[in-house]
């Protein structure tokens, strides 16, 4: 019971500092989107304010649509654009002062806002209004899976009064007033943003439904005393640490395997290059990529998994007599390689830099970088001969400061935006101002996870060079895209 109380509280800690975390993150984004437009002091809604808010957007995390008022009335928004009739903005629930620009924060809870873009979806949302722009927040964004608390709520408490802002209503009320056992519910206010505090609680009866496994533990520790609970603990670590032991043994190995998917100018329909995608399979079965990769991570094998994956792709495609050179082959590189240093070692790599490829080093985006420490390493591996792309551009850290300070050649467009085109949903909507980011930086453009003709004809339109997906070939073994390759009489 001691060690289920431990795991209880635990579990409330964790859900109590990931909602605050998610809090800080909306209401930085929130003063950095709206400080930065109004201090454009824009007095009309014309095209240069809409690319402005559109931008905005497009880096933004939990900010859905962006608005600008004239005299209380809403004008335009990100998603409609100008409108036809305006809008009347309704009182706030409570208004609170920015200590940075000392001007008020006009902020609203909306349980059922219809967005002008999507008139029948109803939203959960916030709206906040500083000067002449209001940010609609989701906040879907704290409703995560990760959180296993039956019941907790956001709010925000002035002097005299308190409000609901995400959640279940009612939640921070019977948390603080009313008596529940040891370790079932928690209050954590933000030290950061003061006035926004959670609350949680996961009754005892509930946490047990949910942990059957540990209520047996439980009733064994209580019966059969440490042996047998020594044994179980055994276990559970030996099973935590088996998909570690098979990815360490499988860089060893040889587990590791590389499938290749070609990339077609969607102008001339012609392959000009692949990218190298990795696979996993050892006696145990198969690992994929979402679960390999986040443990290479996390015990620290990057630079060995990519030194492993350029002695493979390099000496498996150079066998490839079909392949001309300037044929440009694509592997990702983990961010966190570039801060550590160990990309600069790529052009100490003589299969790399005598290869008759062009290499391009794609980049993902699911770390942050920091563009300082970059930039010195980007530019010494462009001197050496290497392409640099921004891998799934438009769904991690990109902004406009690392276009413009690093040294890419070419940008990939994360396929949820062309899966987006059909349905011509929100991120849909975004291409435009990527191409024109593609133009403004010189960069050639890469649309991943095309499916459809449909998808390619609006990507052409749009202006992208190059395409990547089912439409053209799933990946394949080596001896799989050598035999497409002569198909499409390379």
Known sequence: ????????????????????????????????????????????????????????????????????????????????????????????????????????????????????????????????????????????????????????????????????????????EQVKNSAFLPYESIIKCSTNNPGYCTAAKLPWSQFFADNQFLLIISLILISLAGVSSGLLVDYSLAARRSTITRVRKGLKKGSFYWTYQPIICLRTGKVVGCEALARFEDKYGVLFPDQFIPIIRKANLTWRFTQVMIDKVIKELSTLEVLPSKFKISINIFPCD??????????????????????????????????????????????????????????????????????????KIDRTFVQDITTEGLKASMIPNIMELVRKFNYTCVAEGIETNEQEAILKLAGVHYGQGWKYAKPMALYDFKTYLISQKF
């Not at 790399?352 to 699911?366: A, V």
């Open 1 to 172: 019971m001691y060690f289920a109380a431990q795991k209880l509280g635990r579990q409330l800690a964790r859900d109590s500092n990931y909602i605050v975390q998610h809090i800080d993150a909306a209401a930085a984004e929130r003063r950095q989107i709206l400080m930065r437009l109004n201090n454009l002091k824009s007095n009309q809604c014309n095209s240069n304010t809409l690319i402005e808010m559109r931008r905005a957007l497009f880096d933004a995390q939990y900010v859905i649509d962006i608005g600008f008022f004239t005299d209380d009335q809403l004008v335009c928004t990100t998603g409609a654009g100008k409108l036809a009739r305006t809008i009347t903005d309704n009182p706030p629930d409570y208004i609170r002062t920015d200590t940075q620009t000392n001007t008020p924060v006009r902020v609203r809870y909306e349980p059922q806002l219809y967005l002008l873009l999507f008139t029948s979806r109803a939203m959960e949302v916030i709206i906040v209004r500083q000067g002449n722009y209001n940010l609609i927040i989701d906040t879907r964004a704290f409703n995560d899976k990760v959180i296993e608390s039956t019941q907790w709520q956001v709010i925000y408490k002035s002097t005299d009064k308190m409000f609901h802002l995400a959640g279940k209503n009612g939640t921070y």
């Open 338 to 411: 570039v801060e550590t240093g160990n990309v600069a070692l790529l052009k100490d790599i003589p299969v790399l830099t005598d290869s008759r490829f062009i290499i391009c080093l794609e980049i993902t985006e699911d770390e942050y970088l920091d563009s300082t420490v970059a930039h010195a390493h980007f530019k010494a591996l462009v001197e050496a001969g290497f392409n640099l792309s921004i891998d799934d551009f438009g769904t991690g850290y990109s902004n406009l400061k690392n276009l413009q300070n690093l040294s890419f050649h070419q940008l």
